[in-house]
């Protein structure tokens, strides 16, 4: 074992109340070359501010496409030890839960075949392991497929799919995000492990309007529970929280967008005009107690969401107001499906689900899904003329 | 032959018996302090989480004790938010004091919970990708620090979500959150002629660069960029290895402001510019820390309860934000990329 690298630089980040990544990867460096020398190159990077990351080189795992990410360091000759130095994503258990005797299984795994070093979890949701050679991969698969663990989805395919804890420790999850999440990951194995789209395609699921899993910023199809009855009050706790101090009229009545409840300080009641609310949730957030969604549960459905590159950042829109969301989910499928074949047959090479109904249109969007024009798809009609017409419209 | 594509574990073997029996018939939730809540269920059986900010990247030994942590006190059970915090699930509620010092043994800090940031959300960097402009987890420590306190202590008038990309490509929620931290490039690639003609497919460089900035020079069997029309999204390079981006002379973080992903009240809106450019400053980026401390001290004093960042500027207006931040207003300021006539005023009602 050669001795520890000198990093001068990263050793000021060892130190302040937020733990410290450097620590993390200086354990690392106790028992691993790589980790080590990982150490070494990323100091090189704080001195010439550029990262020595080589740029792409295809790897996998047999039978796989996809969960296995390239990595070759540029300056190899400096650090052997990242010559080659693979990130592999797992598919991580559908709402990130975790029992230590399962996990315990993979860090032993990943001691024995990689860097020792994680991401829990990448910004895509996987487990993330960084740091392995070529010829250890197929090894960390198997092993990891004979604990009960399979890898995630990278490159032009479905990326894997994440949900927000749900049922599982929400009060306020509309649909059974953990369900839908595991379903439609198990569902679509082939898609998500072999890319033959033209982009990534992603799938998010939050529970509620406050979407904890960031969907509508982030995903091509973002599905987000909403319900369609009357929010359901509790007129004890109502009083209860009024009585308590809470700001009733500041918090909630003021803050309601649409200006749909109202409250009545003589007879301490709260009334909501449920025919106006938009079901943005603030009110239940702010008195958990005294306030429940409706009954009748679904999702909506949007469309498009992904960072700016190439056509700007776009949040995803909705294509479906309301889907009931009931095992074993044949509706979301079906449109899944549908749209994938609509974007595969006329996506461009790396042109993302939302960029090609930019450039095509919704109306080929909406011919292609079979889904009807609704107003709940824009926040107002055009304001131009400019429309156009299909040949089986117009009089011939 | 090793068995493929069965997925992932199943979420219900990764679930404690309490949450199992509770699972979808959770009531209501409190928050105790800025570390901890309690989700009470129907039958009136109650779960704690204690929450953490983890650092994203972890040692396997790190893991190994927090699965020590959990066995001790949870019965073996954890979960990880989508912001990298690490949840224990607590059913004893005299377990949570003792966890707790654990953590804070370990280097943890219990916080987030509440009106408090949140882990910050970040991406890889100088770390593991090979095409960042700034590091990430460098950037992240310094800038947890720099604000740490409103991670423990519940001071700000809403949630404060952060988040950096270390690139455009932007693997993070960054362009809706309240502040963000963003990898940019500030000159145009360079092409390496006789290494294009070797590794790269010219027409599909060509179709990658969203401004039209790039044409085929087919006497080099290479290509040309044209520098007016390239904004640096290094879109080209992750096409093409021969048309490294990188320049540390150049490269930096620009700040954007006043994203959220909830329609609570308001709905979810992008995060807008702020700062434009500030140079890499490893290994702890000075002005990116008190720039952002500075931006969100303004929010806490400034803002009215329960309002987000964004629409605290939605309220003063971004004329007054400029203001009240001291922040310079730039021509970089006004959008000139796709769409931009819509984001310029028209009307004579703004204030001074
Ligand atoms: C070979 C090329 C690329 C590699 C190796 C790569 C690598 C990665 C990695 C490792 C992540 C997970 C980040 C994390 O750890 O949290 C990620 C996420 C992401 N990447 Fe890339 N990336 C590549 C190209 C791109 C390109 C070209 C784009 C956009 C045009 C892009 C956009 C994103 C986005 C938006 C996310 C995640 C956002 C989310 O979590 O929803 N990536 N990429
Ligand atoms: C530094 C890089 C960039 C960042 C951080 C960024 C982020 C953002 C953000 C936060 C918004 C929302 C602003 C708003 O709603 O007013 C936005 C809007 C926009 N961005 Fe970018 N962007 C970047 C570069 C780009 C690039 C490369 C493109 C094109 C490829 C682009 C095109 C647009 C357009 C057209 C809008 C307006 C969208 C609309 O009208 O809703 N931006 N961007
Ligand atoms: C295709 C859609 C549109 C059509 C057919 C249209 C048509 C017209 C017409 C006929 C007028 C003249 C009215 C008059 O004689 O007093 C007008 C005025 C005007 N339009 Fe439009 N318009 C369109 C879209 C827009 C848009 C998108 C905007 C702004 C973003 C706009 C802004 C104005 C303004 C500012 C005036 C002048 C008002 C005034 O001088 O009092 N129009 N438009
Ligand atoms: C196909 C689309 C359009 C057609 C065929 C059209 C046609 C016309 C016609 C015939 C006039 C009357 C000219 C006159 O008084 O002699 C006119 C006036 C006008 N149009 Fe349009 N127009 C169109 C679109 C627009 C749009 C999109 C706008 C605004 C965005 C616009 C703005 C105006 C204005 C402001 C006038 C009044 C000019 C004035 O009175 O000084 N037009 N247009
Ligand atoms: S998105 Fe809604 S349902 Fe999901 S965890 Fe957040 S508050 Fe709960
Ligand atoms: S959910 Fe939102 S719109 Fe509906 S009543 Fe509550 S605050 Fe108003
Ligand atoms: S944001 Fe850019 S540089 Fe950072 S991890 Fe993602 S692709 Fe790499
Ligand atoms: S960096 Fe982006 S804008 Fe510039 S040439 Fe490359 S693809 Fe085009």
């Known amino acids: ?396 | 032959m090793v068995k493929t594509d069965f997925g992932p574990p199943k979420y219900l073997d990764m679930m404690s018996d309490l949450c199992k029996r509770n699972y979808g018939k959770w009531k209501y939730h409190e928050v105790l302090d800025t570390g901890t809540l309690v989700h009470v269920a129907e039958n009136g059986e109650k779960l704690y989480t204690v929450r953490s900010a983890t650092p994203r990247l972890m040692h396997i030994d790190t893991l190994r004790a927090f699965c020590d942590l959990a066995d001790k006190y949870c019965n073996g059970f954890f979960r990880f938010t989508s912001r990298h915090s690490i949840e224990f699930l607590l059913e004893d509620e005299s377990n949570i004091e003792p966890l707790k010092a654990d953590l804070h043994a370990m280097g943890y800090s219990p916080g987030g919970v509440g009106n408090t940031i949140s882990n910050m959300l970040h991406t890889q960097g100088w770390i593991h990708c090979h095409t960042p402009a700034i590091d990430a987890s460098g950037i992240v420590k310094a800038v947890m620090d720099g604000v740490f306190d409103y991670y423990t202590e519940a001071k700000l008038p809403a949630r404060l979500r952060l988040s950096l990309a270390c690139c455009l490509n932007m693997c993070g929620a960054v362009h809706c959150s309240d502040v963000a931290i963003v990898g940019i490039h500030r000159v145009p690639p360079k092409v390496l002629d006789e290494k294009v003609a070797k590794m790269c497919e010219i027409p599909n460089v060509v179709a990658a660069c969203p401004t039209r900035a790039i044409r085929p020079e087919p006497s080099k069997k290479s290509v040309v960029i044209n520098d007016e029309k390239c904004m640096y999204c290094g879109n080209c390079y992750t096409m093409c290895p021969a048309i490294p981006i990188f320049d540390p002379k150049n490269d930096g973080a620009a700040i954007f402001v006043g994203g959220k992903v909830s329609d609570a009240r308001h709905p979810a809106m992008f995060s807008k510019l702020a700062v434009p450019y500030i140079p890499n400053e490893p290994p702890k980026w000075p002005t990116v820390v008190q720039t952002v401390r500075m931006l969100i001290d303004v929010y806490a004093k400034d803002a009215k309860q329960g309002e987000r960042y964004g629409e605290w500027i939605n309220r003063i207006g971004w004329e007054r934000f400029f203001k009240v931040t001291g922040l310079p207003f730039t021509d970089k300021h006004i959008d000139d990329y796709i769409f931009s006539i819509p984001t310029f005023r028209s009307t004579a009602t703004f204030k001074w």
């Open chain 1, 1 to 396: 074992m050669p001795e520890l690298r000198k990093t001068p630089m990263l050793d000021q980040l060892l130190d302040g109340p937020f733990p410290s990544f450097v620590k993390e990867i200086k354990k690392g460096a106790e028992k691993n070359e790589a980790c080590n020398d990982l150490l070494g190159q990323l100091e090189l990077s704080y001195e010439e501010k550029i990262t020595h990351w080589k740029h792409g080189g295809i790897v996998g795992v047999t039978g796989y496409g996809g969960g296995v990410i390239g990595r070759y360091s540029d300056v190899p000759e400096q650090f052997p030890g990242l010559t080659e130095f693979h990130t592999m994503r797992i598919n991580q258990p559908a709402g990130w839960f975790y029992k230590t005797d399962r996990l315990r299984k993979l860090l032993d795994i990943w001691e024995k075949r990689g860097s020792g070093l994680t991401n829990f979890h990448g910004a895509t949701g996987d487990i993330i392991l960084l740091g392995t050679h070529t010829n250890e991969l197929q090894n960390v698969a198997d092993d990891l497929a004979h604990e009960g663990w399979d890898l995630g989805g990278s490159g032009s395919d479905l990326r894997t799919p994440s949900a927000c804890v749900g049922p599982g420790r929400c009060e306020w999850a509309c649909i059974d995000t953990l369900d839908i999440v595991d379903t439609l990951t198990r569902r679509y194995q082939n898609e998500l492990h072999r890319p033959m789209w033209p982009y990534k395609f992603k799938i998010k699921i939050s529970g509620c309007a406050n979407d904890g899993v960031a969907a509508k910023a982030r995903a091509d199809c973002s599905i987000i529970g909403t319900w369609k009855d009357n929010i359901q009050v509790n007129r004890t706790e109502v009083v209860n929280y009024v009585n308590g101090g809470f700001d009733i009229i500041g918090q909630v009545v003021d803050k309601c967008p649409t200006k749909c409840i109202s409250y009545n300080p003589v007879t301490k009641s709260l009334s909501i005009d449920d025919n106006n609310c938009v079901r943005c949730h603030n009110c239940i957030n702010k008195m958990p107690k005294a306030l429940r969604q409706g009954k009748i549960n679904g999702a909506t459905i949007l469309i498009g969401g992904h960072a700016p590159i190439l056509q700007s950042a776009f949040m995803s829109w909705v294509v479906v107001p309301f889907m009931e969301m009931k095992p074993p989910y044949t509706e979301i499928s079906d449109l899944l499906e549908k749209i994938w074949e609509w974007w595969d047959e006329n996506g461009k090479m790396r042109e993302r689900t939302g960029e090609l109904i930019y450039r095509l249109g919704m109306r080929s969007f909406l011919k292609a899904t079979g889904l009807p024009a609704v107003p709940q798809m824009v926040l107002h009609p055009r304001a131009n003329p400019f429309f156009f017409w299909d040949k089986e419209e117009v009089n011939q």
